[in-house]
């Protein structure tokens, strides 16, 4: 029979999991998204399938970062700020370097703006906070011109994903193996 993990130190993480089925399930909806981004041009009706996609592939992303530094163990919710200050500052670190540089393609290149805004890391996190919730019932909106914003997604998502398979190459190699067959 398995042991089960001792749990964390911090009471706030109270769902186990095995983080390698929570990268897997990240890769399997970020692997949806791109395979929907391909088909956007085609029909514009899945540019909210694809976001919701990408969106809750970051969610899981993270929690499987957080589920790896705590004993398999991470808590619920959808709010990407939230979830991502879980991270340890090292991994907070090396995402954010990741971002950087998947955004700019330079390491050094610390920002850009959109509409304004100067974009990093956590203000594309905050801009994107609520939007699985959101995107997954925009139907339901009375305003049909209330916009959500989603924002640097592939970017954020990207560098999340770097990071695990920095840490754990060999579910990626397994991952691609699955997709490849």
């Known amino acids: 029979m398995k042991e089960p993990h001792s749990k964390p130190h911090n009471t706030k993480f109270n769902i186990e999991t095995n983080p390698k089925e929570l990268f897997f399930a990240a890769a ?10 391909e088909k956007i041009s085609l029909v514009v009706s899945l540019d909210t399938p694809f976001l919701v ?3 809750f592939a970051i969610e899981l992303y993270i929690k499987c970062i957080v ?24 991994a907070q670190e090396n995402v954010e370097k990741y971002f950087y540089a998947y955004v700019y393609k330079l390491k050094q290149f610390r920002g850009y703006t959109i509409n304004g805004v100067h974009l990093t890391l956590n203000k594309a996190l905050e801009i994107n906070n ?3 919730q959101e995107l997954r019932y925009y139907f ?7 916009h959500i ?3 640097a997604t592939a970017e954020i998502k990207r560098a999340l994903c770097h990071y695990i ?10 991952f691609q193996s699955k997709i490849n067959k």
């Open 28 to 37: 399997g909806f970020d692997y949806a998204s791109i395979k929907l981004k």
């Open 53 to 55: 996609n990408e969106i």
């Open 67 to 90: 589920a790896i530094e705590n004993n398999n163990f991470f808590r619920s919710g959808h709010e990407l700020t939230s979830l991502f200050s879980d991270l340890s500052s090292e």
């Open 130 to 132: 609520k939007s699985f």
């Open 140 to 146: 339901e909106k009375k305003d049909s011109n209330n």
């Open 149 to 151: 914003s989603a924002i």
């Open 165 to 174: 398979i920095t840490i754990r190459p060999e579910w990626n190699k397994e």
